[in-house]
């Protein structure tokens, strides 16, 4: 079956960089979309960003943008996220995501995303 295990969360101070891992297995990654959401306790889940295997194109979200960087290693079945600058709301549990049939309308929306993995804490102090 699927498996996305994060790692790379942790507790630092606002200014400074985080790399989130997510390593994927049981799934043919080259024909997955693979991304990354966060949730804020007390909000709903909230769309970082992804890729979208079919455009090949990658997305990020407005929030972070020019911040954040979405990677990918097919060679390991993998995905990354670069978190630079870090500010206090970007404080959340971070989730990797997976599917195979996403349509690109619904890639900035949580169920419409098939696999999940356990989630990493990201906590950033002011």
């Known amino acids: 079956q699927v498996q996305l295990v994060e790692s790379g969360g942790g507790l630092v101070q606002a200014g400074d960089s985080l790399r989130l891992s997510c390593a994927a297995s049981?799934?043919?990654?080259?024909?997955?979309?693979m991304g990354w959401f966060r949730q804020a306790p007390g909000k709903e889940r909230e769309f970082v960003a992804a890729?979208?295997?079919?455009?090949?194109?990658?997305y990020i979200a407005d929030s972070v943008k020019g911040r954040f960087t979405f990677s990918r290693d097919k060679d390991k079945s993998s995905v990354y996220l670069q978190m630079n600058s870090l500010k206090s709301e970007d404080t959340a549990v971070y989730y990797c995501?997976?599917?195979?049939?996403?349509?690109?309308?619904?890639?900035?929306?949580?169920?419409?995303?098939?696999?999940w993995g356990q989630g990493t804490q990201v906590t950033v102090s002011s």
């Open positions: 049981g799934l043919a990654f080259s024909r997955y979309s």
């Open positions: 890729f979208n295997w079919r455009n090949s194109q990658t």
């Open positions: 995501a997976a599917s195979s049939t996403l349509i690109l309308s619904s890639l900035r929306n949580a169920p419409s995303w098939s696999h």
